[in-house]
């Protein structure tokens, strides 16, 4: 079994901390992305990123002076977006660090896939991006299958990523490896509708749940009920399990 999330816009750059273990897996990969990216300027760059010129300024400066094997930081640590603060994983103990490093994968447009102990360096660069270069047009079509075909072995993939990262993997996947999609929403309307910010923080929590409780069955983190989320067994199928805020509580707008 395996988790898989999506990777954080904001990286933290302090190599201060736990050593990484290894190198990402497809680091040969990524290191034909980086050449192709050295090569452009700044102003495709930035068109790729569609970011600010700050954030434009400090990540051209990343890629022209980057080297994949200096200054490492293990993945788990690098990321400070929302979902990553509610897991945190600086007050896990050695039996969840060694959970997630089991179960847990990032998906990243730059490394594709990501154990929590590997080491990577602040990069930006998301998975539907275009940088439209002759060697490297889409994101998505660069990574291709790759990423996929790291699933082969698995029986089951808990999705807790986004659908911009979950898509690299479900178009390809072999159809005898069990997806399930987790969604954590509130009733409004009788639909149900997630909210990005409350997601994130609920994507985090779950990881957290299932590494504080040594989750190996999909079906036991029907049991989490954090942040106020509990299990609807009436709104979830086989491959799609549905959280609700608030329990059964039906919302309507004015």
Same mark, same amino acid.
């Not at 945190?88 to 490394?111: C, M, Q, T, W």
């Given at each position: 079994?395996?988790?898989?999330?999506?990777?954080?816009? *904001?990286?933290n750059?302090?190599?201060?901390?736990?050593?990484?273990r290894?190198l990402?897996v497809?680091?040969?990969?990524t *290191?034909?992305?980086?050449?192709?990216?050295?090569q452009?300027?700044?102003?495709?760059? *930035?068109?790729?990123?569609k970011?600010?010129?700050?954030l434009?300024?400090?990540n051209?400066?990343r890629i022209?002076?980057?080297?994949?094997?200096n200054?490492?930081?293990?993945?788990?640590?690098s990321?400070e977006g929302i979902q990553?603060?509610?897991?945190a994983p600086n007050?896990?103990?050695?039996?969840?660090f060694?959970y997630?490093?089991?179960?847990?994968r990032?998906?990243?447009g730059?490394?594709g896939?990501?154990?929590?102990?590997?080491?990577v360096?602040p990069y930006?660069?998301?998975?539907?991006a275009?940088?439209?270069?002759?060697?490297?047009?889409?994101?998505?079509?660069?990574w291709?299958n790759?990423?996929?075909?790291e699933f082969l072995?698995?029986?089951c993939?808990?999705?807790?990523?986004?659908?911009?990262?979950?898509?690299c993997?479900?178009?390809?996947?072999?159809?005898?490896?069990r997806?399930?999609?987790?969604?954590f929403?509130?009733?409004?309307?009788?639909?149900?509708k997630?909210k990005g910010?409350?997601?994130?923080?609920?994507?985090g929590?779950m990881?957290?749940?299932m590494?504080?409780?040594?989750?190996k069955e999909?079906?036991?983190?029907?049991?989490?009920n954090?942040l106020n989320?509990?299990?609807?067994d009436k709104?979830s199928t086989k491959?799609?399990?549905?959280?609700? *805020?608030?329990?059964?509580?039906?919302k309507?707008k004015?």
């Amino acid at each position: 079994m395996k988790i898989i999330i999506s990777p954080a816009k *904001k990286m933290n750059e302090d190599i201060d901390l736990i050593k990484y273990r290894q190198l990402p897996v497809f680091l040969g990969e990524t *290191k034909k992305i980086l050449n192709v990216m050295k090569q452009m300027s700044y102003k495709e760059l *930035k068109d790729a990123w569609k970011c600010s010129d700050a954030l434009a300024k400090l990540n051209y400066e990343r890629i022209k002076n980057m080297n994949l094997n200096n200054n490492l930081i293990p993945a788990i640590f690098s990321y400070e977006g929302i979902q990553y603060q509610y897991m945190a994983p600086n007050v896990f103990l050695d039996k969840e660090f060694e959970y997630i490093e089991k179960h847990l994968r990032i998906l990243s447009g730059f490394y594709g896939i990501l154990k929590p102990f590997d080491g990577v360096l602040p990069y930006r660069l998301e998975m539907q991006a275009k940088l439209k270069q002759k060697d490297i047009d889409s994101i998505y079509d660069f990574w291709n299958n790759k990423i996929a075909n790291e699933f082969l072995e698995e029986n089951c993939i808990i999705n807790l990523a986004s659908k911009e990262y979950s898509k690299c993997i479900k178009k390809y996947i072999d159809k005898k490896v069990r997806i399930v999609d987790v969604v954590f929403g509130e009733i409004i309307d009788l639909k149900v509708k997630e909210k990005g910010t409350l997601a994130k923080m609920a994507r985090g929590e779950m990881v957290r749940f299932m590494a504080e409780n040594d989750i190996k069955e999909v079906e036991k983190i029907k049991e989490f009920n954090r942040l106020n989320f509990t299990y609807n067994d009436k709104l979830s199928t086989k491959n799609k399990y549905v959280f609700i *805020k608030g329990g059964e509580d039906v919302k309507r707008k004015d």
